[in-house]
């Protein structure tokens, strides 16, 4: 994706996510590469680095809540998720 649609989906001024790409660039977790059919247009690619690295934060994050919700009941844990169902489905809706 573009820097424009990153910073768009991460609600971030375009500077904020220009710095933000030139940190991971330097640390190998991205590349910019440039649109073979528009040179105005740098995509941004995710490396393998950056993928390890992103599944290693999915992991962790499954696990932590994995751990909170042990002390849910199982309806407790259904309205949770239909909860969050709805708010997905009106935070799309924008």
């Known amino acids: ?8 989906k991460m609600y971030l001024a375009c500077s ?3 710095d933000l790409i ?4 330097r640390n190998g977790l991205v590349s910019r590469v440039r649109d ?9 690619h995710l490396l393998e680095k950056g ?3 992103i599944e290693e934060v999915i992991e962790k994050r499954q696990r932590d809540l994995a751990r909170v919700l042990e002390n849910f009941s199982d309806e407790e844990i259904v309205f949770l998720e239909r909860c969050l169902r709805k708010l997905h489905q009106e935070m799309n809706k924008e």
């Open 16 to 18: 904020t996510t220009t």
């Open 51 to 53: 993928e390890r690295i």
């Open 36 to 44: 073979e059919h528009d040179r105005r247009v740098v995509r941004i």
């Open 1 to 8: 994706m573009t820097v424009g649609e990153l910073s768009n």
């Open 22 to 25: 030139d940190r991971m660039e």
